[in-house]
Nanobody, 118 residues
Framework: QVQLKESGGGLVQPGGSLRLSCAAS????????MGWYRQAPGKERELVAT???????NYEDFVRGRFTISKDNVVNTVYLQMNSLEPEDTAVYYC????????????WGQGTQVTVSP
C-alpha cells in the first residue's frame, strides 16, 4: 500500500517562494505517475503538475514557468518548487500517486496548506 506525506506548506508573501515535498513509500516513484493537485476554498480540486516514472513532466498553464516538479528516486520524494507566488495560488496542495496498469492504484496524501498573502 502506497503512502504519501506532504510537507513544506505555509504562509508566504506575494512574489515569494515555497518548496513542497511529498515523501512516498515503497516503489511509487518508479512505478507510477506522481502529481501535485490543489484545492482552493469553494473550488474543485485541480491538477497542477505531473511527473512520470521516467521523469517526463507536464504543467497546467496557470503555473507553467513559475512552478517546477521534480523527484529524487533515492529518497523517494517528489518536490514542487513554487516561485512568483500569487494570492490565487492559495490552496491545499495534495500529492497523488497513480498507476494505470496492474497493480492499479490511485493514492492521495493528506494535503498541505499554502497561503499567499501580504
Amino acid at each position: 500500500q502506497v503512502q504519501l506525506k506532504e510537507s513544506g506548506g505555509g504562509l508566504v508573501q506575494p512574489g515569494g517562494s515555497l518548496r513542497l515535498s511529498c515523501a512516498a513509500s515503497g516503489e511509487a516513484l518508479k512505478m507510477s505517475t506522481m502529481g501535485w493537485y490543489r484545492q482552493a476554498p469553494g473550488k474543485e480540486r485541480e491538477l497542477v503538475a505531473t511527473i512520470t516514472n521516467t521523469g517526463s513532466t507536464n504543467y497546467e498553464d496557470f503555473v507553467r514557468g513559475r512552478f517546477t516538479i521534480s523527484k529524487d528516486n533515492v529518497v523517494n520524494t517528489v518536490y514542487l518548487q513554487m516561485n512568483s507566488l500569487e494570492p490565487e495560488d492559495t490552496a491545499v496542495y495534495y500529492c497523488n500517486s497513480r498507476r494505470i496498469f496492474w497493480p492499479k492504484y490511485d493514492v492521495w496524501g493528506q494535503g498541505t496548506q499554502v497561503t499567499v498573502s501580504p
